[in-house]
T-cell receptor
Framework: QKEVEQNSGPLSVPEGAIASLNCTYS??????FFWYRQYSGKSPELIMS????GDKEDGRFTAQLNKASQYVSLLIRDSQPSDSATYLC?????????????FGSGTQLTVLP | SAVISQKPSRDICQRGTSLTIQCQVD?????MFWYRQQPGQSLTLIATANQGSEATYESGFVIDKFPISRPNLTFSTLTVSNMSPEDSSIYLC????????????FGQGTRLTVV
């Protein structure tokens, strides 16, 4: 049974701070890693994908992957109240295909004005 | 990313009835996925729908309860049959983005309440 674990939160940070979201996965053969943002009552929105060890930056978002430690993280710099949402970590299996996507339970983030 | 239109966006249904959810994509895709998100929980894959063949169901989900159609490369339906209050969830349609097919995108979801 493939597992994806996230800090359940809730996580609160002040506006302008760095929010750090963490995720671990059990399948050592996993190939593709994603962060989705889900606003309350809305569907998940893909915000970051990462496939190789190291950091990947996109605007205020940085995804970090460490396959040896089976660990993925998402950093949100200069957090804004509009970043308040649930963040879902998702991991594929060894094929890397979205057909094998497993989601974590999500971390609820609140950015306080 | 593909534009995925799902309807209805929400519905309130009587127990024992069935609801069919439609998912339309603006481009041809090989695989379409149906997920369930129960209140306060994460996403669980119900089944994978491939055009021209029967859907592949995940453990805990059966065709009699969740029949799926995939008549062409841009459309699929999921039926929730003989509903009970435990079926109250958000149901989400998802597709892969070609050519790598590693990223999944979601429709806006159907919020189902069974009373």
């Amino acid at each position: 049974q493939k597992e994806v674990e996230q800090n359940s939160g809730p996580l609160s940070v002040p506006e302008g701070a760095i929010a750090s979201l963490n995720c671990t996965y059990s399948d050592r053969g996993s190939q593709s890693f994603f962060w989705y943002r889900q606003y309350s009552g809305k569907s998940p929105e893909l915000i970051m994908s990462i496939y190789s060890n190291g950091d990947k930056e996109d605007g205020r978002f940085t995804a970090q992957l460490n396959k040896a430690s089976q660990y993925v993280s998402l950093l949100i710099r200069d957090s804004q109240p509009s970043d308040s949402a649930t963040y879902l970590c998702a991991v594929t299996g060894s094929s890397g295909s979205a057909r094998q996507l497993t989601f974590g339970s999500g971390t609820q983030l609140t950015v306080l004005p | 990313s593909a534009v995925i239109s799902q309807k209805p966006s929400r519905d309130i249904c009587q127990r024992g009835t069935s609801l069919t959810i439609q998912c339309q994509v603006d481009s041809q895709v090989t695989m379409m996925f149906w997920y369930r998100q129960q209140p306060g929980q994460s996403l669980t894959l119900i089944a994978t729908a491939n055009q021209g063949s029967e859907a592949t169901y995940e453990s805990g989900f059966v065709i009699d309860k969740f029949p799926i159609s995939r008549p062409n490369l841009t459309f699929s339906t999921l039926t929730v049959s003989n509903m009970s209050p435990e079926d109250s969830s958000i149901y989400l349609c998802s597709v892969e983005r070609p050519p790598a097919n590693t990223e999944a995108f979601f429709g806006q979801g159907t919020r189902l309440t069974v009373v």
